[in-house]
């Protein structure tokens, strides 16, 4: 059964890094070409797309963070991880890591993380 | 890239159906098959109703359909639940390979 596991420090100082880490089990991520994703969500807002990457290491990244954020993947460790820096208060956010059903959506997700910049 | 806009609530009885529309652009929804619908209830991940504008993953009801004319996608309920009140969301991809959701839609069932 497919599983994504969010972790990382719940509490980040302002302009410091962000840094999370997505494991994935029952799913082997090299093992097909999905783009696999980072979505977030401020409190009491709506979702918002982060970036995306493929376990080639093929990324792309929402237009309005890309100078912010980094995607990478480990799949020797069958994870992949997302770094924010000089995050504010606006970065707030609870943090999801997801895998699409086909590429185009995510049928599965993490059960999230909340990151509070503070 | 601007969120695709979303009617803030729609609210009905038990049994109805309901249509939440999303529009976009020629660079999202107008240009790509690939329109997505999230059904998300307080506290959870968001979920997956429809894919690839029309399509229901498995143990999705059938109650949920999905449909798209032009830059607009459209999330019709039929024979509303309890259940289904919830927090809805579209997303498209864009022709910049990355992804834009919906500003989102609060369904209350009356």
């Known amino acids: 059964q497919l599983q994504l596991q969010e972790s990382g420090p719940g509490l980040v100082k302002p302009s410091e890094t962000l840094s999370l880490t997505c494991t994935v089990s029952?799913?082997?991520?090299?093992?097909?070409?999905?783009?696999w994703g980072w979505v977030r969500q401020p409190p009491g807002k709506g979702l918002e797309w982060i970036g995306s990457?493929?376990?080639?290491?093929?990324?792309y990244y929402n237009p309005s963070l890309k100078s912010r954020v980094t995607i990478s993947v480990d799949t020797s460790e069958n994870h992949f991880s997302l770094k924010v820096n000089s995050v504010t208060a606006a970065d707030t956010a609870v943090y999801y890591c997801?895998?699409?059903?086909?590429?185009?959506?995510?049928?599965?997700w993490g059960q999230g993380t909340l990151v509070t910049v503070s | 890239q601007s969120a695709l806009t979303q009617p803030a609530s729609v609210s009905a009885s038990p049994g109805q159906s309901i249509t939440i529309s999303c529009t976009g652009t020629?660079?999202?929804?107008?240009?790509?098959?690939?329109v997505s619908w999230y059904q998300q209830h307080p506290g959870t991940a968001p979920k997956l109703v429809i894919y690839?504008?029309?399509n229901r993953p498995s143990g999705v009801s059938n109650r949920f359909s999905g449909s798209k004319s032009g830059s607009t996608a459209s999330l019709t309920i039929s024979g509303l639940q309890a259940e289904d009140e919830a927090d809805y969301y579209c997303?498209?991809?864009?022709?910049?390979?990355?992804?834009?959701f919906g500003t989102g839609t609060k369904v209350t069932v009356l």
């Open positions: 997303s498209s991809f864009t022709n910049s390979g990355t992804f834009v």
């Open positions: 690839d504008v029309t």
């Open positions: 020629n660079s999202d929804v107008g240009a790509y098959k690939f």
């Open positions: 990457i493929s376990y080639s290491g093929s990324s």
């Open positions: 997801a895998r699409p059903l086909s590429n185009g959506n995510y049928a599965y």
């Open positions: 029952g799913d082997s991520i090299s093992s097909n070409n999905y783009y």
